[in-house]
């Protein structure tokens, strides 16, 4: 199995040389730089699984280094904060990262939350031709395709983020039925951080604004209010 790469993007010598020390301890395949014009030449060249960003950096505001890496890359955005304030306010912004910690952060749960991360598909399993159909969830209009992890709106795909498309494939495996926040934390972040309910209903916005500009009236995601979501046909 080839190594799983991720890029840090840090400022801060310290802070870099830590995460990077850390990362390489768990097996992984570490490359950093110190800017953010480093970081979207080197997204390009080595195509990292994942990034680890900070957000304050010397040369470009990191959310808008998270959204370019977004517009051009399938890798995950783990994005460094150096408050703990400033992650409400990112998460309102709908930057796009796939999950947020603040500085100081404890590095047993980085690599945790990095592993978490690289343990979720990059790209689509190979099909086994046999085994196609039973992993394609068609319910009326939508089709969540688990193999090539696409989403169809009326046989045209649509183009979500693998966080979007987690959150998605979670709702149509169980439709109709209601999915608590906390759950689709454990299942699409794998974790309970605190604070990251919020994350939940940011991204769940985005997917219902894309899954609407495709056009789509039924099935409809539906929110419970103060408890989860649930896919209605
Ligand atoms: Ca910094």
């Not at 890029?7 to 800017?35: N, P, S, W, Y």
């Amino acid at each position: 199995m080839a190594e799983q790469s991720v890029l840090v993007v840090e400022d801060t010598d310290e802070i870099r040389e830590l995460v990077v020390t850390v990362l390489t301890r768990a097996g992984m395949d570490v490359r950093a730089v110190a800017t953010g014009a480093e970081a979207i030449e080197e997204v390009r060249r080595s195509t990292p699984d994942v990034v680890v960003l900070d957000l304050g950096l010397p040369d470009a505001d990191g959310t808008e280094v998270c959204r370019q890496i977004r517009a051009e890359s399938e890798c995950y955005v783990l994005m460094l904060t150096a408050r703990a304030e400033e992650v409400d306010l990112l998460i309102g912004l709908a930057v796009g990262a796939d999950g947020y910690m603040s500085k100081p952060f404890s590095p047993r749960e980085l690599v945790a939350r990095v592993q978490v991360m690289l343990r979720r598909p990059r790209v689509a399993a190979a099909p086994e031709p046999a085994a196609v159909e039973e992993h394609v969830r068609r319910l009326a209009e939508l089709e969540v395709d688990e193999d090539s992890r696409e989403v169809r709106v009326d046989g045209a795909v649509v183009d979500l983020t693998r966080t979007e498309f987690d959150l998605l494939a979670a709702l149509a495996s169980r439709p109709g039925r209601v999915l608590q926040r906390e759950t689709l934390l454990r299942e699409v972040w794998q974790t309970d951080w605190e604070g990251s309910v919020r994350l939940v209903e940011a991204h769940m916005s985005n997917l219902r604004r894309k899954l609407q500009a495709a056009g789509l009236s039924t099935p409809e995601i539906k929110t419970v209010r103060g408890v989860g979501y649930r896919l209605v046909a």
